[in-house]
């Protein structure tokens, strides 16, 4: 009996001292159910590891983004991750995912580690990170990311001018000039915005939209953000300019692309992102370019039709149309034509079916831009009420308590 005591206490302590292996050392801490969940992950990355190589689990990753699955794309990514911890391209993806799912916490890590893996090549992640902060971390970010980029293109015109191919490399990034134009737009936006109250704000944004246009001086976004920054400098004829020649760079071959049913690539990439055609929109009925604001409108309504702000817009456009047309009238100090009545007639109708759209899809998701329903109403009262019968409408619950939108809240425009 001795000698099985004895055994039995010699086998305590080398249980003991295997229970690290299996992971960490609050695994003993974990319950029952939670340790079969490491077990189960642990088999799984090994089973994985076996089965599938990094590079094949990045392609099935890509695939899945390529078709919008972003949630199986993170779980592809995420395996690649576990077999290949410091993968950058993993993490670059995993960062991408992560931002598309709205999880930006995991975004951060991803890019942070990949920050810590390679600070000085690869751009984008900083540009990322960019956009995940607010204020003067947000100017760092893409400061630092300019300097990679900047650093990458000097290297590449010293090799051009060696006559040297470049070494193939799958993973690396081939930065451009507009890159770098577009990077320093992000930073004047700051100062347009979050940091416009800084001393020098004003200064610093004119810097760095200049910096932008010296990069690639037929930036549409950085020609909107210098008519912004005249603008909000009562520049006003001079901002109309850089905000027409901003236009003109996009608007014609997007209307001719959507008129022939095209996708054309160069096209799309050429056309500003969709917050900053909403801010052209304004930009435009702000200097009463009215059909320029209302093509700008139809073609944010074609690509996404639940944005209060554009049905909104387009309402605001059409009664702003509508109150020219009789003003003119009235100074010529002449009879309304039947003409007139008719064009009169279907400006208002379409004012009506705008705002009655924007009030109802407000109500159907909750919105919260008070000073924006205040004016539709008030547009509406003046327009003779809602249009009924709109068919599909979501129906405006009375009763709702509404809750913070960011992405829809935005002041109205002056009136």
Request: proline share 4%; with cysteine.
């Amino acid at each position: 009996m001795g000698g099985q005591a004895k055994g039995k206490k010699k086998n305590k302590p080398k249980r003991k001292e295997n229970r690290p292996d299996r992971g960490d050392l609050g695994f003993v801490n974990l319950t029952p159910q939670e340790r079969m969940k490491v077990r189960m992950h642990e088999k799984a990355k090994k089973k994985t590891a076996e089965k599938y190589s990094v590079q094949q689990l990045l392609e099935k990753t890509e695939e899945c983004m390529d078709s919008f699955d972003f949630e199986m794309a993170g779980l592809f990514c995420q395996r690649a991750l576990d077999v290949e911890s410091t993968n950058l391209q993993a993490l670059d993806m995993l960062g991408h995912i992560s931002s598309e799912l709205g999880d930006t916490q995991k975004a951060k890590g991803a890019f942070l580690r990949a920050v810590e893996l390679s600070p000085d090549v690869g751009h984008s992640k900083y540009m990322y990170l960019g956009q995940i902060h607010t204020g003067q971390e947000s100017v760092d970010y893409y400061t630092r990311g300019i300097q990679v980029l900047q650093s990458a293109l000097e290297k590449q015109e010293t090799t051009a001018l060696a006559g040297a191919a470049a070494p193939p490399d799958e993973n690396s990034e081939l930065p451009t000039a507009k890159d770098v134009s577009v990077a320093y737009c992000s930073i004047a936006e700051i100062y347009l915005t979050d940091l416009c109250m800084e001393e020098g704000a004003a200064d610093k944004c004119r810097e760095f939209i200049e910096r932008a246009l010296q990069y690639h001086h037929d930036n549409p976004e950085a020609l909107q953000l210098m008519a912004s920054y005249l603008f909000s400098t009562e520049r006003n004829q001079e901002g109309k300019e850089y905000l027409l020649k901003s236009v003109q760079m996009w608007l014609p071959a997007l209307k001719q692309s959507a008129a022939s049913s095209a996708t054309e690539e160069d096209v799309q990439n050429d056309v500003p992102p969709y917050e900053s055609r909403i801010t052209t929109s304004k930009l435009l009925i702000e200097s009463e370019e009215y059909e320029m604001a209302v093509d700008v409108l139809e073609g944010l309504l074609e690509e996404d039709d639940e944005v209060v702000q554009v049905w909104y817009l387009s309402g605001w456009v059409c009664y702003l149309q509508w109150e020219k047309a009789k003003e003119q009238q009235e100074r010529e100090g002449r009879e309304v034509t039947e003409e007139e009545k008719e064009e009169w007639k279907a400006l208002t109708e379409a004012a009506r079916s705008y705002l009655t759209n924007a009030k109802k899809l407000y109500g159907k998701l909750r919105c919260d831009d008070q000073p924006v329903l205040e004016h539709v109403e008030q547009l509406l009262g003046e327009l003779g009420g809602e249009m009924e019968g709109e068919e599909g409408d979501p129906a405006l619950d009375e009763d709702y308590e509404p809750c913070s939108d960011e992405d829809e809240a935005a002041a109205p425009m002056e009136h």
